[in-house]
T-cell receptor, first 114, second 114 residues
Framework: DAGITQSPRYKITETGRQVTLMCHQTWSHSYMFWYRQDLGHGLRLIYYSAAADITDKGEVPDGYVVSRSKTENFPLTLESATRSQTSVYFC?????????????FGPGTRLTVT | AQKVTQAQTEISVVEKEDVTLDCVYETRDTTYYLFWYKQPPSGELVFLIRRNSFDEQNEISGRYSWNFQKSTSSFNFTITASQVVDSAVYFCALPSGSARQLTFGSGTQLTVLP
């Protein structure tokens, strides 16, 4: 199916473990984004990518790593998970320049770090 | 810095009532875009509208309408004849950081009661 998918949808991990959240889009959109959503903070940008092999930090990048070797994939890795990284993570894509165009969001990954 | 304020944290209405969600923004840009997104109970974020600051005409799409007033830095969203399916969290957003990031308001939880 066309669209943007995230996996896993739910994940429980322990403090200190490495976790990778996957994001895949079928539109060939150039821009992709990772957000986290927390009560009291709304949606905050972690990282974004303007194209394959081009990534940049957002508002809250510490503790996260991204890569984009292919246009359609934009994985997010928590190198050593902490409890403060318990959140709902959304991936999004956009065909236009950065945040000037509408972004299409994946269904989200609910991550719990114990 | 860009800022989006949604002062209404929660609104509850009875079905068929009209409801307006407020959005006030701050920006130093002379031209900019504004967005509204909907997050239903299922969790995904759905794009509703993108508005260019050049165009101050009201936008209407079915039961949805948007009132953009540059003079008061507001971009309010009205749902006419609300329905239970309109129950969701609604976010207003504004690009920032050289248009690379989308700054979201904290959201308004709308509950439409049958």
């Amino acid at each position: 199916d066309a669209g943007i998918t995230q996996s896993p949808r739910y994940k429980i991990t322990e403090t200190g473990r490495q976790v990778t959240l996957m994001c895949h889009q079928t539109w060939s959109h150039s821009y992709m984004f990772w957000y986290r959503q927390d009560l009291g903070h709304g949606l905050r940008l972690i990282y974004y990518s303007a194209a394959a092999d081009i990534t940049d930090k957002g508002e809250v990048p510490d503790g996260y790593v991204v890569s984009r070797s292919k246009t359609e994939n934009f994985p997010l890795t928590l190198e050593s998970a902490t409890r403060s990284q318990t959140s709902v993570y959304f991936c999004a894509s956009s065909e236009g320049q950065g945040a000037l165009y509408e972004q299409y969001f994946g269904p989200g990954t609910r991550l719990t770090v114990t | 810095a860009q800022k989006v304020t949604q002062a209404q944290t929660e609104i509850s209405v009875v079905e068929k009532e009209d409801v307006t969600l407020d959005c006030v923004y701050e920006t130093r840009d002379t031209t900019y875009y504004l967005f509204w997104y909907k997050q239903p109970p299922s969790g995904e974020l759905v794009f509703l509208i993108r508005r260019n600051s050049f165009d101050e005409q009201n936008e209407i799409s079915g039961r949805y309408s948007w009132n953009f007033q540059k003079s008061t830095s507001s971009f309010n969203f009205t749902i006419t004849a609300s329905q239970v399916v309109d129950s969701a969290v609604y976010f207003c957003a504004l690009p920032s950081g050289s248009a690379r990031q989308l700054t979201f308001g904290s959201g308004t939880q709308l509950t439409v009661l049958p």
